[in-house]
C-alpha cells in the first residue's frame, strides 16, 4: 500500500483527446508534453497519444527523452534551440524548431546541414514574451523560405495571454493582427492553446496546441473541466495514518495556525509539500475521504496534513484513501485554494509520488 500515489487514466487521457477533436474537428493536434507531461510521465503519456499528429515540448532533452524512450512522432520544439551546436541534433532526431529571434535565424542560415528542417515561425501578436515584432515577420519569413537548411513549408505560429478569459477582447485583437500578417502566406498556422480551442473557435487554425485539458483540466478561469466534458487523467491518493481527538482551543501543527473553539477529530494524511501539496493551501481548502468532502487545516507539513473530520470518526479508519485532487475533486478548486493554478500544481509533483499507470480498456 503506497502512502502517496498518482493514479494516471489512461482512458480519460484518450478520451480527452477524442474531445479535443470534437471540439476543433478541422485542426491537426499537436499534444503539448513539456515539463514530464505537465507530471504525468512524459514518455507513457506520448505512448498513450498516438492518434495526436505531433507533439510539443519545451527543451532538447525532453524531446530527446522523448526519442529515447521510442517515441517516433514529429515532435516541435516550442522555443526552438538556443546554440548553434543544437541544429544538427534536430536534424538527426527529426525535430522541428520554432524560430523567434535573429540569432537563431543566422545560426540556421550559417549551419553545414545534410538535409532541410522543419520550421515555426513565431510572431508577437501581443505576449510580449517570444516571437518575432509583427513589423519583422516578412523579413523572417523570406529568408526562411530562401534558405537551403530550411524546409519549403513554413508554419506560422503565435501564442495567446489572456485567452482564458472569454470575456477579455485582446484575443481578438491577437487573432485578428495574426490574421491580417499570415494573410498572403499559404503557410499552415497555429494559435490556440488550451484556452483558446475553448474558448476561442475562431483561433483553431490548422493546428491546435492543447496542454493542460489533455490531462482533463480546465484552463479557464472559474470553470473545471467537466464543465467541458473533459476527464481528469490524475488522482493524487494518500493514506489516513491517524486519527486524533483535538480538545477545544489547542493550536494544530507548526506555527499554532488553526484551532477550534469546540472538541474536534482530527484524521492525519501521509502527504505534504515533499509531495508536491501546495504549502499554501488554506483552511478548508477539501480533500475527500470515503466520498466525503473536508477540510485541511493548519500548516502543510512536508510529509503530513491535518484534516478536521469533525463527528465523522465513526466511518474513518486508519488506512483509508484520501484523494487530495482527482475525478471527484478538481486540481482547479485546490489550486484556487492555494492561489495558484492548477499548472503549477500538476507539474509539482514530486518522484517520492509513485506513479500508477491505469490502462484503458482494450
Ligand atoms: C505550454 C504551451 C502550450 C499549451 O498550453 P495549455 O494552456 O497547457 O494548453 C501551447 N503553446 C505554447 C507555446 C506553450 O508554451
Not at 485542426?27 to 510521465?41: D, Q, R, S, W
Not at 519569413?141 to 513554413?154: D, E
Not at 483558446?196 to 496546441?209: A, E, F
Request: aromatic share 6%.
Amino acid at each position: 500500500m503506497k502512502l502517496a500515489a498518482a493514479e494516471i487514466d489512461l482512458s480519460a487521457l484518450a478520451h480527452n483527446l477524442c474531445c479535443i477533436k470534437q471540439i476543433a474537428p478541422n485542426a491537426k493536434v499537436m499534444a503539448v508534453l513539456k515539463a514530464n507531461a505537465y507530471g504525468h510521465g512524459l514518455v507513457t503519456i506520448a505512448q498513450h497519444l498516438q492518434k495526436a499528429d505531433a507533439f510539443a515540448v519545451a527543451r532538447i532533452d525532453e524531446a530527446l527523452a522523448l526519442r529515447a524512450g521510442g517515441i517516433t512522432n514529429p515532435i516541435v520544439l516550442l522555443e526552438g534551440f538556443f546554440n548553434a551546436s543544437d541544429i544538427p541534433i534536430l536534424l538527426a532526431n527529426n525535430f522541428q524548431a520554432v524560430i523567434h529571434n535573429e540569432e537563431q535565424l543566422y545560426a540556421l542560415e550559417q549551419a553545414k546541414l545534410d538535409a532541410p528542417i522543419a520550421t515555426w515561425l513565431k510572431v508577437d501578436t501581443g505576449m510580449h514574451r517570444l516571437g518575432v515584432e509583427p513589423q519583422q515577420l516578412n523579413a523572417f519569413y523570406h529568408r526562411l523560405k530562401n534558405s537551403n537548411n530550411v524546409k519549403q513549408q513554413i508554419n506560422l505560429m503565435t501564442h495567446f495571454s489572456c485567452a482564458d478569459d472569454t470575456k477579455n477582447t485582446k484575443t481578438t485583437e491577437q487573432i485578428a493582427t495574426f490574421a491580417r500578417l499570415v494573410d498572403n502566406k499559404q503557410e499552415q498556422v497555429c494559435l490556440a492553446n488550451s484556452a483558446g480551442i475553448i474558448g476561442w473557435p475562431k483561433s483553431h487554425g490548422d493546428w491546435i496546441r492543447p496542454g493542460l485539458m489533455l490531462y482533463g483540466v480546465s484552463p479557464m478561469q472559474h470553470q473545471i473541466a467537466h464543465n467541458h466534458g473533459l476527464r481528469p487523467v490524475m488522482k493524487l491518493i494518500t493514506r489516513v495514518i491517524a486519527i486524533r481527538r483535538l480538545p477545544a482551543n489547542k493550536p494544530v501543527g507548526y506555527g499554532g495556525r488553526w484551532q477550534s473553539n469546540k472538541e474536534t477529530i482530527l484524521a492525519v494524511v501521509a502527504m505534504g509539500y515533499g509531495d508536491g501539496y501546495p504549502r499554501h493551501a488554506k483552511n478548508g481548502t477539501p480533500v475527500i475521504i470515503k466520498g466525503q468532502r473536508f477540510g485541511i487545516v493548519g500548516s502543510v507539513s512536508m510529509d503530513m496534513i491535518t484534516v478536521d473530520i469533525g463527528d465523522n470518526q465513526a466511518n474513518i479508519h486508519i488506512g483509508d484513501e484520501v484523494e487530495m485532487w482527482g475525478p471527484n475533486l478538481p486540481v482547479e478548486e485546490v489550486a484556487s485554494h492555494a492561489d495558484t493554478i492548477p499548472y503549477e500544481l500538476l507539474c509539482n509533483v514530486t518522484p517520492r509520488v509513485s506513479y500508477e499507470y491505469l490502462y484503458a480498456k482494450q
